[in-house]
């Protein structure tokens, strides 16, 4: 399918809406859990840590594929794109049930990196077991999803969520609030519906991609040579987006050893973030497919300006979503609790993640229009040391050494973020990326 003859905002805002429903189940999940325990709440906020974590590393599979089936798209290449997308779904399958298995035997362990109580690590440890334990559902529909977004189905794999989403919901009203007589299971019954609907969602999403490009599982020729271009897409990419997750996740470290206010604070103003940066993931992803279609025909000046326009209209949406954010921050926490520490700590974040935002759509777009092209490498090496040399450290001196807390780590993430996007911005203007096409 020829992308020209389809609108951006026709393939992004799919995607906008897909990234809008699994955040509101995932914060639906959260209210009904606070509605049954404050622990069960900061517990599966931890041990989602560990999910997300791993669904960055068996992200390499999914980002690299989703690349190179865009790029061979462009260039007419249909039967080597069908080939690697069966390719793909096997070995993201395949790394996700090898983390699946270090989760269920090793999840005491790794939840005890983290201070956590009697009963909050009784939740967490539920948690890991469960979803953890069958996260390769999760690995393999990721990959699928990623396949048929590349083909420009963004539609379909928003009916999928949608309907995921859904089955969750109401699974996880029964089992929390106990309706229609059954038993109240709490954290436990989420987890079980979790697992369910993705399952049934997988299912569907295979039978879709069946659909668009055929059977992508039969007897795949030159297996070496796209393993490797997906790994040299997939690898650096996953670098980057791992050493973001373990960063995130060194702050929690640091600010499940102050007070409950803290830590409160910040697991609200999380999980009503990731609503602030959804428009500018959405113009990534779709900006994303089209620059990787673009970059098999070898478009180079067409790519270069549909960069900026991406980022221009990133920049726009995500200063206007933050301010609307920081204006309602008493309302929208006001959902999680009432407790007026929690409120006002978390007014001042939202005051902080303006600037954040800021930096955060230049490297969503910029760093996913390098990734489109094939150049990778850059971003990763950048990321990892401003994650660490830049954020970490001014994180840890302003949170602990200043007795800053949350604030002070806030600081830090958005001089990070703001920081690597002016360098990011450079490297777009320098065209490198030009010479790193993959087919």
């Given amino acids: 399918m020829k ?21 509101l189940m995932g914060n639906i999940d959260i209210f009904m859990l606070s509605r049954y325990s404050e622990d069960a709440v900061v517990a599966a906020s931890i041990a989602n840590q560990y999910i997300q974590f791993s669904i960055v590393m068996f992200g390499f599979i999914s980002s690299g ?11 007419s290449k249909i039967e080597e794109a069908r080939n690697v997308s069966g390719l793909a779904i096997y070995l993201g399958t395949a790394f996700g049930v090898i983390i699946s298995i ?12 983290m201070e956590l109580n009697e009963i909050e690590l009784y939740y967490s440890e539920i948690f890991l077991r469960l979803v ?11 990959t699928v999803n990623a396949i048929l977004r590349s083909y420009g189905r963004t539609k379909d794999t928003l009916k999928i969520t949608l309907f995921m989403n859904t089955l969750s919901a109401i699974g996880n009203a029964i089992f929390i609030f106990g309706l229609f007589g059954a038993p109240i299971l709490g954290i436990f019954g989420v987890a079980i519906t979790t697992n369910i609907s993705r399952a049934i969602a997988l299912i569907l999403a295979l039978f879709l991609l069946f659909k668009q490009v055929g059977n992508p ?41 102050m007070a409950t206010v803290e830590m409160h604070a910040r697991v609200y103003t999380r999980t009503l973030n990731v609503f602030m940066f959804l428009a500018t993931f959405a113009i990534a992803q779709g900006g994303q497919i089209i620059i990787g279609r673009l970059m098999g025909e070898k478009k180079y000046d067409e790519i270069y300006k549909k960069c900026y326009e991406y980022l221009k209209m990133a920049l726009i ?12 921050s008493n309302i929208l926490l006001g959902i999680f609790t009432q407790d007026e520490e929690v409120l006002a700590l978390g007014r ?92």
């Fill in 317 to 328: 949406g995500s200063l206007i979503t933050s301010i609307i954010f920081f204006l309602l």
């Fill in 132 to 142: 953890g334990g069958f996260i390769f559902l999760q690995a393999a529909l990721s």
């Fill in 65 to 75: 594929a989703a690349v190179i089936v865009a790029q061979y798209l462009g260039a």
């Fill in 348 to 439: 001042n974040i939202f005051a902080l993640f303006i600037l954040l935002e800021i930096g955060r759509a230049f490297n969503l777009i910029l760093i996913g229009s390098l990734r489109a092209t094939g150049d990778v490498q850059f971003p990763v090496l950048v990321g990892i040391f401003h994650m660490w040399g830049v954020g970490a450290l001014i994180g840890f001196v302003l949170a602990v050494v200043f007795n800053m807390g949350v604030i002070g780590i806030v600081i830090a993430t958005a001089l990070e973020e703001l920081f690597r996007g002016v360098i990011m911005f450079f490297r777009w203007k320098s065209k490198k990326w030009i010479k790193k096409g993959l087919v």
């Fill in 217 to 257: 599982f039969v007897k795949i020729k030159n297996s070496k040579s796209y393993i490797k271009k997906i790994l040299k897409i997939g690898i650096p990419a996953a670098g980057e987006n791992l050493s973001y997750t373990a960063y995130q996740m060194f702050f929690t470290m640091l600010i499940t050893a």
């Fill in 3 to 23: 992308l020209e003859n389809k609108s951006f905002f026709k393939l992004t805002l799919p995607i906008f809406l897909e990234m809008f429903l699994l955040m």
């Fill in 102 to 113: 270090v989760f269920f035997l090793f999840r005491t362990q790794l939840l005890n990196l």
